[in-house]
């Protein structure tokens, strides 16, 4: 294979290339999920690519229905099936109408319409299998580290992370961004005490302001309700302070400049190394803010993340519907415990049995036939977890038919 070659991509018809080919099955309530979860079991036994996402309330939240629109149109994405109950605020019509304008696979119905779960459940199935035979004949072309984009996070953090896993994620991402492809972080909540340094990497004064903003955000939203970062288990694992974490999470971002601040749902138009902004713009309630892991690596491949690399120290075993979950630890204890979940051990760089350029270049190697189509650990055991928590914020180059 040609070294600058990343792997043979899945071309979209409206230019972007995926590293997967999925059918994604979405539900727009809680009360169509069973059925969704149903018609994707059905195709997950006999060895098909088909995921399930959605969300869970019938209200109506503008940053809900922008994630699931940039879900449906995601390069991993090939055909998207929509599913309401059929009184919700959320209309299935325009998810998928969205998804066929960019050229995906596209179908809808209600299942009150359709006569209920088990004709919902029969329907779904044929739409799915038309849809996978046609997902057959999607052309395969050259995908190159130029049109990748990858995320960065970190969960059940100890003192490993920074000086190992994070470290190294943030040696993957200068490569990437040195190579002309798209990282995304994010995390400002485990970035308090860092605001100086975050501040010093925007590429010019007005993100350097966007960063400054966003930090003062975090900050007030963490105070205001208490929810400071760093938890017992972390504690349990060797970190002191919030400062202490903040270090080693903000590490895995890598050293190069940040392009750009992004909101939820909002893709980089440019390349190199970007941050995300989850935490919410007005209306801070934390009874709609779930912080978790698989929901903000949901937020990351929103904003257009082929792959996500989540770094942990005491262990993790989470996925997600849409793109692949590199686990990566740097204690070897977490590892030889838990080597059915996490795909990367970087305790190397603790014991000095390997350099950060060697380490990376393996990275780098796993990475790439992870494009090409091999599995990770979360991916072989089935996990796709991930919750569409309510969040408000002002939507930032929105197209006018994303808006409602």
């Not at 997902?135 to 984009?149: A, F, G």
């Not at 490569?175 to 485990?190: M, P, R």
């Not at 190397?348 to 990475?367: A, N, Q």
Request: aromatic fraction near 8%; charged fraction near 25%; glycine fraction near 10%.
């Amino acid at each position: 294979m040609n070294e600058k070659i990343l792997c043979q991509g899945y071309q979209r018809r409206d230019g972007t290339k995926g590293i997967r080919n999925k059918v994604l099955i979405v539900f727009t309530v809680e009360c169509s999920k069973y059925v969704c979860r149903k018609i994707a079991e059905y195709f997950q036994n006999i060895g098909e690519d088909v995921e399930t996402i959605g969300s869970h309330s019938c209200l109506h939240n503008q940053v809900n229905i922008r994630r699931m629109l940039k879900y449906c149109t995601h390069p991993n994405v090939g055909g998207v099936l929509v599913i309401g109950h059929g009184c919700e605020y959320t209309y299935p019509s325009m998810l998928a109408k969205e998804a066929e304008r960019s050229g995906r696979e596209a179908a809808w119905f209600y299942q009150q319409e359709a006569g209920g779960t088990k004709k919902s459940i029969i329907r779904g199935i044929t739409i799915v299998q038309d849809m996978l035979d046609k997902l057959k004949n999607v052309p395969r072309i050259p995908m190159y580290i130029q049109d990748l984009v990858i995320g960065g996070e970190c969960g059940g953090s100890d003192f490993t992370s920074g000086l190992a896993g994070n470290a190294l994620i943030g040696s993957v991402f200068d490569y990437v961004a040195d190579h002309g492809g798209t990282a995304v972080f994010e995390e400002l909540s485990e970035g308090i005490g860092l605001k100086d340094y975050l501040v010093s990497r925007g590429i010019d004064d007005k993100v350097k302001q966007d960063i400054a903003n966003a930090y003062d955000k975090t900050v007030d939203f963490c105070s205001a309700y208490g929810q400071f970062s760093i938890a017992p288990g972390n504690m349990d694992g060797g970190l002191t302070t919030i400062e202490e974490k903040s270090m080693g999470a903000m590490v895995k971002s890598g050293r190069r400049p940040i392009q750009s601040v992004l909101k939820i749902a909002q893709s980089p138009t440019r390349k190199g190394v970007h941050l995300l902004d989850v935490i919410p713009d007005e209306k801070l309630e934390p009874a709609h803010f779930i912080a978790a892991d698989p929901s903000d690596m949901l937020d990351l491949i929103a904003a257009g993340c082929h792959i996500v690399f989540l770094v942990t120290g005491r262990g993790h075993v989470v996925g997600t519907p849409v793109s692949p979950v590199v686990k990566v630890t740097g204690n070897p204890r977490t590892y030889n415990r838990m080597q059915d979940d996490i795909d990367f051990c970087a305790a190397g760089l603790l014991d000095g049995t390997e350099s950060m350029p060697d380490m990376t270049e393996r990275m780098i190697k796993k990475l790439r036939s992870i494009c090409c189509g091999r599995l990770t650990n979360a991916e072989k055991m089935g996990h796709r977890e991930g919750i569409l928590y309510f969040n408000y914020q002002d939507p930032v180059n929105v197209p006018k038919c994303w808006q409602f």
